[in-house]
């Protein structure tokens, strides 16, 4: 055997061992390609029942999240027609009692005043009943005395009338009137 | 003559102004009464001195409550000349709301003794 022979060998065994090589890669390569594709195809369904459930929940979530909205709008919108109610209510009746004070205020000043007033007019009325009163007695008094007077003057005969101017010169003689 | 009255003087004072101012007319005046014109003679004294001694006439003042005769008159003229003196005369007014008595003026000095304040006084004590 030659170098050559065994060179050629060598390079047989290498050739072959090289092409082993190159064959048991491209299986192994096959074989993770086969089981790429799997995989992918695997994870494909996956990714797409995924999706699918998800898309399902997605859609659970918003119908419960409608109705809840929907709920929730409903309650709000009781909670807020309460609390309108509640303040409208409270506002009517701050109102009504506002109205109530002020009404009673007016009404006691407006009595006060007609009170005053009809005190005022009472003693006005008092004082000019009092007056003239005393002027209808004042007048009457006078009249009666002026028609005493005369009656009584008429009454007292000459005579009588005469004794008592005399009785009344002695009486200013006594008092020294003429001194 | 014996002058009792302010009013007697006043009348005989305006005879004595047409004695004097018709001093020279030989007619006589009906408006001087014939008692005037014998005064005058018996007193031989002119008419404007006898004028003048009647102004010399002292006057008292006497208010009545009545209408007085003339009895009342001469009686009162007598007790005042005898009592204040001869040369008083008086001079009398009538107030009925006197009643009774006399009001006095005499000598610038007033006093009432009429019972007006007495009647007045009852009669409110009884109205009243």
């Known amino acids: ?179 | 003559m014996d002058y009792l009255t302010k009013d007697q003087v006043d009348a005989l004072k305006q005879e004595i102004d047409i004695l004097i101012n018709n001093k020279y007319q030989s007619k006589k005046n009906e408006s001087v009464r014939d008692s005037t014109l014998q005064e005058l003679e018996r007193r031989k004294i002119s008419p404007e001195n006898w004028k003048k001694e009647l102004d010399t006439l002292r006057i008292f003042k006497l208010t009545l409550a009545y209408e007085p005769t003339r009895i009342n008159i001469l009686t009162y003229a007598n007790w005042i000349k005898k009592t204040v003196g001869a040369d008083v005369i008086l001079d009398v007014t009538v107030d009925p709301k006197l009643v009774a008595g006399a009001q006095i003026v005499w000598n610038g000095k007033y006093q009432d003794y009429s019972l007006t304040e007495i009647v007045y006084a009852e009669l409110q004590r009884l109205l009243n």
């Open chain 1, 1 to 179: 055997m030659t170098t050559e022979t065994a060179l050629i060998i060598g390079l047989l065994i290498v050739v072959s061992w090289l092409a082993y090589e190159y064959w048991r890669a491209y299986r192994k390569l096959l074989h993770r390609l086969k089981d790429n594709d799997h995989s992918s195809e695997t994870a494909h369904k996956k990714a797409t029942k995924i999706l699918d459930e998800a898309q399902v929940e997605a859609v659970k979530i918003l119908k419960a999240a409608r109705t809840g909205a929907v709920t929730h709008r409903a309650q709000l919108g009781a909670k807020m027609d309460a609390a309108l109610n509640a303040v409208a209510d409270r506002e009517i009746k701050d109102f009504k009692n506002a109205l109530e004070m002020e009404t009673i205020h007016v009404e006691k000043a407006v009595g006060q005043k007609i009170a005053t007033r009809y005190d005022e007019v009472n003693k006005e009325v008092e004082d000019y009943k009092v007056k003239q009163m005393a002027l209808v007695d004042q007048k009457v008094n006078k009249a009666v005395v002026q028609v005493a007077q005369k009656i009584l003057g008429k009454t007292i005969n000459p005579r009588d009338h005469q004794e008592l101017v005399l009785k009344a010169l002695e009486e200013a003689k006594q008092n020294g009137l003429f001194d």
